[in-house]
């Protein structure tokens, strides 16, 4: 394998793929080359043929998560299926060692409650202990269980404190079950602490900006985003998010038109920032345009958020009857949000 490890240092390709195949019609059930030709096919794209070498032959960890890995990033369901039916075959001893893998291809599959059992059975001082309890967290929020997820956040949070890396974890998890049960302010207070290590993480500094802005903490939410444009002036998530948040706002228009026209020009067919361009012609009064550019936002993602943008833009254009419409089917997708349930009083549910 040496001499394929060196010719792909060298950047032949082609010679390092023809001296491992020579290595495994030598040594066809060889673990370790079998692991890397299956990694270079995988790379290549040629993700069945990959599978189809890792599934032949002896087995190990190594061959287990990287089937695994190999399966996931190709959506190959049917390989991770099989991969999850054969590992929860495994003599209890060896299947124990696997119950991270075996969650994870539980999730994978859709299968949350088998993957809360798989997760809760890894043992917290285990390599993948901390990151288990990670995902037990999120899938017990998943399934509705939001009370003992935040619990289990906070427990995670107190217990790491002294461990950055996992304390960063911890926080963002506490921050992001929050944000999903729209309890901005404790969210924010999250975001603040996973920063305490790492001030310019500026995925984090965004993340709190979003918050802010959802809290209704307008200013906050700017300098949020101002400081990650700054810092990334390319970021065109954080264009999109200080122009839409200035329109939003009613503030410097303007500046929202040119951020916006930015993100708009790198990314034509996002839904958001086709959101925020469209939620801005009508912040300026050129309600026609609005209603077109949010219908193609609505095509895009059919959203709460957007389908109250673009209902209040039909109203404004006197089409009262499709604003109507349009909200009606915002509401079914999330009767909770804030907009639609604003607009729905305004002019009758």
Do not use: C
């Not at 287990?64 to 003599?91: G, K, V």
């Not at 967290?137 to 619990?151: E, K, S, Y």
């Not at 077109?292 to 209902?311: D, E, F, N």
Request: aromatic residues 6%.
């Amino acid at each position: 394998m040496w001499q394929a490890q060196l010719q792909q240092a060298d950047g032949d390709r082609v010679g390092a793929a023809a001296s491992l195949q020579a290595g495994l019609r030598r040594h066809p059930r060889d673990i370790p080359l079998r692991l890397v030709r299956a990694a270079r096919l995988a790379d290549g794209g040629a993700s069945v043929a990959a599978l189809r070498l890792l599934d032949t032959g002896p087995q190990n960890h190594d061959t287990y998560a990287l089937r695994a890995a190999i399966a996931a990033r190709a959506r190959q369901q049917p390989a991770l299926r099989t991969l999850y039916a054969e590992l929860a075959r495994l003599p209890a001893a060896q299947r124990d060692g696997e119950a991270y893998l075996l969650g994870q291809l539980a999730e994978w599959l859709g299968q949350s409650r088998a993957a809360l059992r798989w997760y809760a059975a890894v043992p917290a001082d285990a390599e993948h202990g901390f990151a288990a309890d990670i995902r037990r967290a999120v899938l017990l929020d998943r399934i509705g269980q939001t009370a003992p997820a935040r619990a289990l956040a906070d427990e995670l949070a107190e217990e790491s404190f002294e461990d950055p890396r996992h304390y960063r974890q911890a926080s963002v998890l506490q921050a992001e079950l929050a944000q999903r049960a729209r309890d901005y302010p404790r969210a924010i207070a999250a975001y603040n602490r996973a920063l305490l290590f790492d001030p310019d993480a500026w995925d984090l500094v965004y993340a709190r900006g979003v918050a802010a802005a959802e809290a209704g903490q307008t200013d906050a939410a700017l300098r949020d985003f101002h400081r990650v444009l700054a810092a990334q002036p390319d970021n065109v998530d954080a264009m999109n998010a200080l122009g839409f948040t200035l329109a939003d706002a009613d503030r410097d228009l303007p500046e929202a038109k040119t951020l916006l026209a930015r993100a708009l020009a790198a990314r034509p067919d996002d839904a958001a920032i086709n959101d925020s361009w469209g939620w801005l012609q009508y912040r300026l009064g050129d309600y026609a345009a609005a209603v077109t550019v949010l219908r193609k936002a609505w095509r895009l993602q059919a959203s709460a958020a957007i389908g109250a943008h673009l209902a209040h833009a039909l109203l404004a254009s006197g089409a009262r009857a499709q604003a109507r419409q349009i909200l009606d089917a915002a509401w079914r997708i999330d009767p909770h949000s804030r907009s639609v349930q604003a607009l729905r009083g305004q002019i009758g549910s």
